[in-house]
């Protein structure tokens, strides 16, 4: 009986172990490793003297231009990830009816997500120019990519349109669980459809909303992409794209200093650790509840 237990344990534990192997690799070690060396004035060349414990850290906080990659990249995922989670709800509410051609709709909503970001930026760049295909269709000449006041909302409206897809995805999934029964108890009462999606719908989805929540904001919080190809890498116009990966990247592979980079990533990943704890305090705990 021993034996066999032994042996099950053993065929777990070799079945999980190439996959923690891999996310040890790629994630705890490099992790762990820029953690070391945001204690250090650390150099392409590696270790340097001087600026070592907490300079780094110092230096990152009180660096007015992370002050502005935190803010903006705190005011994208505000604007994106509501926008996107109610974008993607939508779609999921209009897929998961009895429609005709609904996989083609199912698939042609969703194939934005799986496009290349760069790809699409690109397109982008030509589409919201000042002489471009929106301008044209509003009668404006905004060049909302190099104007500070609208570029971080341009790519709020773009990268809603593309991860919508995703959201929908979440959103169907959790709709095409929900129990018929109650929508039946609903019909027998004559409820509206209005008052059926608040009243019902809406609060059952509670276990999705937390999910893409947490997911989506993760990653607006982490944007590098499409900020660093409107601007060029350079965090323009006035530094209202300058986000704090693109801050890590520039100090890194501009500035050469590694330990200052490796600083603010840690700084990064608290915030993301904060907010996490903040979403599970608020919502995610009364889930488990």
Known sequence: MLGARIREAAWGYGFVSVPLAVFGLFFLYPFGYA?????????ILGKQAGGGGMFNYAKVIHDPIFHTALKNVLEY???????????????ALVINQKIRGREFFRSAFYFPSIASSVA?????????????????IIGSRTPWFQNASTATWAIVGLNSWTSAG????????????????????????NTG??????????????????????????????????????SAGQGGPNYSTYTAV?????EAFTQFDFGVAAAAGVILFLVIFAFTVVQWLTIGRQEAA
Request: no cysteine.
């Open 246 to 250: 693109l801050y890590i990247y520039r």
């Open 77 to 91: 995922t505000v604007g994106v990830v509501p926008l996107t989670m109610a974008l993607g709800l939508a779609l």
């Open 35 to 43: 953690f070391y060396i945001s204690f250090f004035h650390w150099g």
């Open 193 to 230: 459809a209005w008052r059926t999606f608040w009243r019902i719908t809406f609060p059952l989805l509670r276990p999705a909303h937390f999910f893409i929540l947490v997911v989506f904001g993760i990653g607006a919080l982490k944007i590098f992409d499409q900020q660093f190809i409107v």
């Open 166 to 189: 995703t959201a929908m995805l979440f959103y169907l999934a959790a709709l095409q669980s929900i129990p018929t029964d109650v929508y039946e108890a609903a019909a027998v009462d």
């Open 120 to 136: 699409i930026t690109t397109i982008a760049l030509y589409i919201f120019n000042a002489n471009g295909l929106l301008n044209h």
